[in-house]
Structures are given as structure tokens and as C-alpha cells.
């Protein structure tokens, strides 16, 4: 249905949701008559008249024209809860100002109170009636998916608030001294150490023997000591 409904022969369709509060404030009215209708017929408290086919049917064209979120912009319901308080702050403070002498017109101050006390509570249940005939055309996979999507943000931020973290927690290159700086570079494979230099265990290396060490030219070798006798 809702693709036929795009089409051009429906376009007037586009500004249902204009339409719906002058829509709503007949059936608060309607709604008024009948039930003082029923009480002064009756003239029982337990008497009640209830129609909860407009909000249902409300809810159902909203949902088929895809203008939930063009009707929420106008804040209807909201509305007409400050115009409603609006209008009793008013008739409280003529009240106060005219005479109590004057019975018509007190009596007219209380049936205009009665009146706008009347329409407040009709809206409300109408309000109340609305929201919970919208869940029936809610889309579940809708939810889910916004569900879905405002997780998958709330993990984004905390992702990047860590890697700020980070960021800021590492020094700069320059500045941080290496680990191996002024430690002496290990000898190359092949190269002997020179002489009295320490070994790699740390330790001093033997003195070396002295048929090792080479004589100055001119100089005799020291006579051969014979070993003794047995």
C-alpha cells in the first residue's frame, strides 16, 4: 500500500498530519457531549461512554504515510496542555478582580474552568490512548536496529577516548633516552679483545707466559734452569 500511495494521485496525502490536530480537538468535543449526554439521562456516576476507534485509526494512517516524526514535530499534546493552563491562569486572575456580587458572572467564570477542565482530561485520554494504539504499528526491527546502532556508537567513543588516552600517555621520540645508550658495543665476531681488556664473563685474563713474549734484539734468553735430581 504505501508504495501506491507515493504515487502522484495521492500527493495531497504528503500533509495528512497538518489535518490531525483540528481532527483531534473535534473528537475531544464530540467526546465532552456524549458523555454529559449520558450523565444527565442516566444521572449515574457509573455511566460511561468510551471510543477508542479514532486513535486506533490515528495511529494506523500516521504509520501507512510514514508521518510519525511529522506529527511528533508539532507537539500537539503538549500544546494544548500550556494553552489549557494558559487559558486557567487567566480566568483565575479575572477572578479575583471582579466582584463576588456579581453571580452571573462568577457562574460564568465556573463553567468556563469546568469547560477547560473538561477538554485537559478528554486529551489526556485521548494522549494516553494514542500512544498505546502506535505500539501495535511499531516496527520491532526498527527498534532493534536503532538499538544496534546506538551501541555501536557508544563503543566508537569509548574507542576513541582510549586511544586519546594513549596518545597522550607515550613521550615524545626525542625525548626518551635509549635503553642501550653509552653501553659499550659488543666486540665483532673474528677480532680478538685487546690485551687487559676484560673478557665477557667480566673477569681479568691471565698474564701470558713468557715463551709467548718476544725479546728485545740483542738480548740473550735466560739460561735453561736443568730440573732437579730425583
Given at each position: 500500500i504505501k508504495p501506491a500511495l507515493k504515487k502522484d494521485r495521492f500527493r495531497h496525502l504528503q500533509n495528512f498530519h497538518i489535518i490531525v490536530p483540528p481532527l483531534t480537538f473535534n473528537f475531544v468535543?464530540?467526546?465532552?457531549?456524549?458523555?454529559?449526554?449520558?450523565?444527565?439521562?442516566?444521572?449515574?456516576?457509573?455511566?460511561?461512554?468510551?471510543?477508542?476507534?479514532?486513535?486506533?485509526?490515528?495511529?494506523?494512517?500516521?504509520?501507512?504515510?510514514?508521518q510519525d516524526a511529522a506529527f511528533d514535530s508539532l507537539h500537539w499534546f503538549n500544546a494544548v496542555k500550556d494553552f489549557v493552563s494558559e487559558k486557567k491562569a487567566a480566568i483565575a486572575a479575572q477572578k479575583k478582580q471582579r466582584s463576588r456580587s456579581d453571580s452571573t458572572d462568577m457562574q460564568h467564570v465556573q463553567l468556563t474552568i469546568k469547560r477547560l477542565h473538561n477538554i485537559r482530561r478528554e486529551f489526556e485520554l485521548l494522549y494516553y490512548s494514542f500512544t498505546g494504539a502506535r505500539i501495535f504499528f511499531s516496527e520491532p526491527e526498527s527498534v532493534e536496529q536503532k538499538k544496534k546502532e546506538e551501541k555501536e556508537k557508544e563503543e566508537q567513543e569509548k574507542a576513541d577516548e582510549k586511544k586519546g588516552d594513549e596518545t597522550k600517555s607515550e613521550a615524545p621520540a626525542g625525548d626518551a633516552a635509549s635503553p642501550t645508550a653509552g653501553a659499550p658495543s659488543p666486540p665483532s665476531a673474528g677480532v680478538p679483545p685487546p690485551p687487559g681488556a676484560p673478557d665477557a664473563a667480566g673477569g681479568i685474563p691471565p698474564p701470558p707466559s713468557l715463551g709467548d713474549v718476544p725479546l728485545p734484539e740483542g738480548i740473550p734468553p735466560p739460561p735453561m734452569i736443568p730440573p732437579p735430581p730425583m
Open positions: 468535543e464530540k467526546m465532552s457531549i456524549e458523555k454529559e449526554r449520558i450523565s444527565k439521562k442516566s444521572g449515574r456516576g457509573e455511566a460511561s461512554f468510551t471510543d477508542d476507534g479514532f486513535a486506533l485509526g490515528l495511529a494506523y494512517l500516521l504509520k501507512l504515510l510514514d
